[in-house]
């Protein structure tokens, strides 16, 4: 029969370098209800602020069921890895359909019934760049939380907010629910014997009154690593390329490192910049607080960078978002990294159709998708 795989012609090509052919497009979901009685254990805990635990369990079983059962259809194609793995949230009328597609893939020459040897995230160029750069995929991994500032979380910010300036119970609530799922995606690693999570993707999703955040990535495994990595694998979410070229420079990733603060523009200065707004020209007090909230978020990655050894950190990125009642977040993420002695890659340069990104060949402007794909970061690949 014929091969019905997702993977694109530049995909084919690099994976063949490895000694790779496609195989079957493979397919998992679960659908779920939240029920009467989680929804009503989720409410009661929204009243404190902070990790919805009721919800977190729920999401993760749907997409851990969605998943095994996408593991079960590549076996029984007979794949030895999947690539490309996506896992999406999609939201029907009163319930949640949790979805798993990737593409088999073969070792050229391999001896049928193969086991299945990895699960990975990574589309098909960008593992050819991981497993140039030396790292052995393994698992696909995930980490989420569910969470919520909370009605008395939101009272007690709406009291402080009258001053101008940090709310350092919001920046607590969010520093600990985003380093929750990462520390989560570290002990899925941990447990499938990697010492390394690459190629992270964080996406944060609406849900049901509260919000997601959940990262995926690859589980995997490099020779170069000491041995301490075994039991704290080193995260990163730089791109594959990215990670490429740093290897080729001799720097390692070592940890993805994140900073939260949580701002204010205060009773006050609010009633100011009202004022001031009605008036041409630059509002300072809005423009001092960005500022000293992005540079204290800035400044707790920093922080951890220099408590796990790192001697740069590299490919930062900040995002600011809205929490309503003049209450802004600003979040810094980027990956530390260290030089380490031997690294090189296994090719002197990455060949052009590891770089070149696929244009969509299919645009519907009719009607938006009610799904969330972790992985439509890689433009060109939403259609998988």
Excluded at 37 to 46: F, H, K, N, Q, Y
Excluded at 211 to 224: D, F, L, R, W, Y
Excluded at 337 to 362: C, H, N, W, Y
């Amino acid at each position: 029969m014929a091969i019905m795989t997702g993977l694109s012609g530049n995909e084919m090509y690099c994976l063949h370098q490895k000694g790779l052919t496609p195989g079957n497009i493979v397919i998992g979901n679960s659908v779920f209800s939240l029920g009467f009685v989680g929804s009503v254990g989720s409410g009661l805990r929204t009243l404190a602020g902070g990790e919805v635990t009721q919800v977190t369990s729920v999401i993760h079983e749907g997409r851990q069921n969605a998943l095994d059962r996408m593991v079960k259809e590549a076996i029984n194609h007979g794949g030895m890895g999947i690539t490309g793995v996506s896992n999406e949230l999609i939201q029907h009328t009163g319930n949640v359909e949790f979805l798993s597609i990737g593409s088999t893939v073969h070792k050229e020459g391999a001896i049928a019934g193969e086991s299945l040897a990895f699960s990975s995230s990574a589309d098909g160029q960008e593992l050819y760049c991981q497993m140039d750069a030396g790292f052995r995929p393994i698992k696909f991994v995930f980490g989420n939380v569910a969470y919520s500032i909370g009605i008395g979380g939101g009272i007690m910010g709406a009291l402080k907010s009258l001053a101008r300036g940090e709310v350092h119970q919001y920046s607590q609530i969010f520093n600990e629910t985003r380093h929750h799922a990462l520390d989560r995606i570290q002990g899925e690693a941990r447990a499938a014997g990697a010492n390394s999570v690459v190629g992270i993707q964080t996406s944060i999703i609406p849900f049901g009154g509260m919000q997601e955040m959940v990262m995926i990535g690859t589980a995997s495994h490099h020779n170069a690593l000491p041995g301490q990595y075994n039991a704290t694998p080193i995260t990163s979410d730089l791109t594959n390329e990215e990670m490429w070229n740093l290897i080729h420079m001799g720097y390692m990733p070592i940890q993805l490192v994140l900073g939260v603060s949580v701002y204010s523009l205060g009773f006050v200065g609010g009633v100011t910049a009202f004022l001031k707004s009605f008036s041409r020209g630059e509002i300072e007090e809005l423009t001092t607080l960005i500022y000293e909230a992005r540079e204290n978020a800035i400044a707790r990655i920093a922080q951890d960078a220099t408590a796990c050894g790192a001697d740069d950190v590299v490919g930062i990125k900040t995002y600011v978002y809205q929490l309503g009642g003049g209450i802004i977040e600003f979040m810094a993420m980027g990956t530390a990294v260290k030089r380490m002695p031997g690294l090189s890659t296994e090719s002197p340069q990455l060949p052009p159709q590891a770089v070149i990104r696929d244009k969509d060949t299919f645009i519907n402007t009719a009607e938006m998708s009610v799904g969330t794909a972790l992985n439509d970061a890689r433009k060109g690949k939403s259609g998988r």
